[in-house]
């Protein structure tokens, strides 16, 4: 069975290889399609696209954006996967998404310094002034710094909900999100849905809402998801009548032994997957 991976980070936002390399290790792993999904930026596409077309691997245009949904009263933080846009038309989006990035970044370190941390964007080693800022950098220098032994303790201790710097995100709502990746030609997917700290019957409820408002597919196999959780979301995508996406959210060297190609328990993401979302 071949096999594909349709999430993964380059060096434009928190990602340690640059698309090139992403390409060339996806031939290495025998994978026959891939797709480059970085955080809030489409700036690494022509390079990933450039180097599929000389390695003859299919290679699909892909995003993630942060977004949010009201479910019951309750804010959920929700990740948006978008496929197969047109990149020309996708830019202008792009272009605002970077700004409420760049808003939100410097809210977070107004919030490292008012507890006394100082960090610039120097202790991040960024490879590019193009990078996209994640909470994945902040929490890399926190552990450069000294003020975190690991990257998931900094995470929890500043960055995540309930810590000492966290700053909530000013995100897009899931429907303007969706639209923006609609209007571009794009395929709609909700990411790692077993990250959102949802029982069953919430997921599903989210699931459906979303629906109603440009949902297409569901990750499937990500690997924060065991063999069973993944089985449950393809029988709930099949029941809703969605698609079914996987990828391993590969972030490189920041990838804290997941690897490209792989969801939970080392599952293969199938490339009939692909088929199924009908893109040609």
Known sequence: MKSIDLHMHSVFSDGTYTPAQLVTYAKKKGLSAMSLTDHDTIDGLDEARRQSEILNIRFIN??????????????????????????KQMEPYMVKLKTLRHEHNEAIMDALHTIGIEISYEDMDMQSERNIVTRLNFAKALVKKGYAETVNEALEKYLHKGGAAFVEYNNFDFSVVAKMIHDAGGIVSLAHPAEYGLNDTETESLIIFLKREGLEAIECIHPSQDAHYSHKMMQLAKQHGLRLTGGSDFHGNNSDGIELGLGGKKMLIPENFLMELDLE
Request: aromatic share 16%; glycine share 8%.
């Open 62 to 87: 892909g995003v993630e954006i942060n977004s949010f949904y009201i479910l019951n009263n309750r804010r959920i933080n929700i990740h948006v996967l978008g496929y197969a846009f047109d990149a």
